[in-house]
């Protein structure tokens, strides 16, 4: 503020509010080979704050695990931007070194029996996840230990076989593996959608307690609605690779602006859903 004459200066700090950790801006990713080559993701808009539960929905080919690859570094961008923590993601993709102070981003996949090496222990697994160079087990015990603990697996499983667990200990087993890395956000690719009802809501309680307790952000992609609408603060809907709504998630289920998503709600017979109430 300038002085006016007779007028003692005076100065206000105005407190510049932090980034969100995930800052998506108009975001094109084109798969595919010459004439195959097709738009997946069409301009695409995202924003989570740190500490948020985002859910992303859509039916099979609407760009949900393309946008999840595209914030891990698979997949590059044709146009737009996605920013981390306020910094740019490299054009060409997190292959070489990270650059200083982006923040992690690690993806839990959806089929965890491909995800993981049959030939490794989950020790060997998770060891790798916690020093990717030396990926030894020994030093790295004590942190096993304690990762899968953090999931709700006994320490013996630590030498045991990813064949020896069930569907839902494998998908425990990953998700140890992805906290590993200690991220910042951790995106969730469907990874309720091979498991019963029971198994899957023993699932979503932990999530929901790793994030209380680890202060993770996450991203959470399902094209089940009554699963997103238990674990998210707010909800994105694609469509043929564009947002056709974005809100708070109890507004979208309750006022859904867009034709698609009233369509989505219509016909998804768990959409009122189950509860961490009532399953945890």
Do not use: N
């Amino acid at each position: 503020m300038k002085s006016t004459p007779g007028t003692a200066s005076t100065r206000e700090d105005v407190a510049v509010p932090a980034p969100p950790l995930v800052d998506v801006d108009g975001l094109v990713v084109v798969l595919g080979p010459g004439r195959s080559a097709r738009t997946v993701l069409d301009g695409v808009d995202l924003t989570i704050g740190r500490g948020g539960a985002h859910g992303l929905v859509g039916e099979s080919g609407s760009g949900k695990s393309t946008l999840a690859k595209a914030l891990v570094g698979v997949h590059r961008p044709r146009a737009g931007q996605i920013r981390l923590g306020g910094t740019p993601l490299p054009r060409r993709g997190l292959r070489g070194r990270r650059p200083v102070g982006l923040p992690r981003v690690q993806l839990v996949p959806q089929d965890p029996w491909s995800s993981l090496d049959p030939r490794r222990t989950v020790a060997e697994t998770i060891a790798e996840a916690v020093d990717p160079v030396r990926a030894r087990v020994v030093p790295a015990r004590t942190r096993i230990t304690t990762l899968l603990e953090q999931v709700r697996l006994d320490p013996d499983a630590a030498d045991r076989y990813p064949h020896q667990f069930s569907g839902g200990q494998r998908q425990r087993i990953a998700i140890a593996r992805a906290l590993a890395a200690d991220p910042d956000l951790l995106v969730a690719d469907e990874i309720t959608s091979a498991l019963d009802l029971t198994t899957q809501a023993e699932i979503l309680v932990l999530l929901a307690d790793l994030r209380a307790r680890l202060g993770l952000t996450m991203l959470f992609i399902s094209h089940d609605l009554a699963v997103v609408r238990e674990i998210s603060d707010e909800v994105t809907v694609l469509l043929h690779g564009r947002v056709v709504e974005h809100g708070p998630t109890e507004d979208v289920f309750a006022r859904p602006s867009a034709d698609y998503t009233r369509r989505l709600l219509a016909a998804d017979p768990g959409a009122p859903g189950f509860t961490l109430d009532e399953t945890g």
